[in-house]
């Protein structure tokens, strides 16, 4: 079982910065994939990026592609997503989640998610 625990969230204006953190406990991330995901008020749940923990490589979806970027600290056992350039429409709930499948990209693959952190970045 693999319980996280999201921080960071905040408000913000366009062009500014955030960074989220998502910590494990319970066990540590190793073999996990971890995702980030967001969903807007009306709006389904967006896949943000990945991290595969062992290999530390990233994936992005194309709207944050540039802006956002995916890092671990493997001693804090700690995921973190640092966003740049912040525009309205980035604002959202920001869900870290686990999974060992493939199809990173899908939240329906994904086994454990964390409670959410609200990011609103106003014009």
């Known amino acids: 079982q693999v319980q996280l625990v999201e921080s960071g969230g905040g408000s913000v204006q366009a062009g500014g910065s955030l960074r989220l953190s998502c910590a494990a406990s319970?066990?540590?991330?190793?073999?996990?994939?971890i995702g980030w995901f967001r969903q807007a008020p009306g709006k389904e749940r967006e896949f943000v990026g990945c991290?595969?923990?062992?290999?530390?490589?990233?994936y992005y979806a194309d709207s944050v592609k540039g802006r956002f970027t995916i890092s671990r600290d493997s001693a804090k056992n700690t995921v973190y997503l640092q966003m740049n350039s912040l525009k309205p429409e980035d604002t959202a709930v920001y869900y870290c989640?686990?999974?060992?499948?493939?199809?990173?990209?899908?939240?329906?693959?994904?086994?454990?998610w964390g409670q959410g952190t609200q990011v609103t970045v106003s014009s």
């Open positions: 989640a686990a999974t060992v499948r493939d199809y990173v990209t899908r939240a329906a693959n994904y086994d454990y």
């Open positions: 319970g066990r540590t991330f190793s073999g996990y994939t």
């Open positions: 991290i595969r923990w062992s290999r530390g490589t990233t």
